[in-house]
């Protein structure tokens, strides 16, 4: 009777910190109230095609980014120094990989030529357009949405040629409701800042 005693006694312990612990830790994210992502604003006609060969094709390549970007919360410019993330909110996706996305489809409306997407074209395309992505959030002083992002373009066998692009959203409130279109906004400026540029205007 004694051991089965102390035998309920220590399953009631475990049983007791095991609950204690549940309260605690949390076996899965939370998830977040809103999911962002971005869409282009223009891009071709239902139907439309771009054929041609691949060595002749634009190669649009993943940015790189700034550590703060690659992640799927979206960064508040607290100060010079200083970066949080905006709350309850989280990307579908890393945002440098949406902006590959988004520039594509600039791309490929502002030239009509064949755009194709990925570092496994690198190799055979005969313009490459890559960059690295700077900013893509919120500014808390000036509540403002900023996208920045310097981009690179190389002709096979040419020069590189490098140029830096941005675009401010202001009048910004610090809420999803509010940055999300405001990002959207700002990456499709940008995108087609560099579309331009890629075109020749």
Known sequence: MRVRAAGAARGAVIASVSLALAGCISLGAKVPEQLLRLTPEAGAEVGSQATGQLSEAIVVLDPEADRSLDVLRVPVQVNDSSIAYLKDVSWVEKPARQFRGVLAEAIR???????????????????????????????????AVVVRFDAMRRERGGEIATRRFEAVVNNVKPEAAWVGPALNQAANDVARQVADWIKGE
């Open 109 to 143: 409306t502002a030239t009509g030529r064949l755009v194709v997407e990925g570092t496994e074209y690198e190799v055979t395309g005969k313009t490459l357009v890559g960059g690295r992505l700077q900013r893509m959030g919120y500014d808390a002083a000036t509540g």
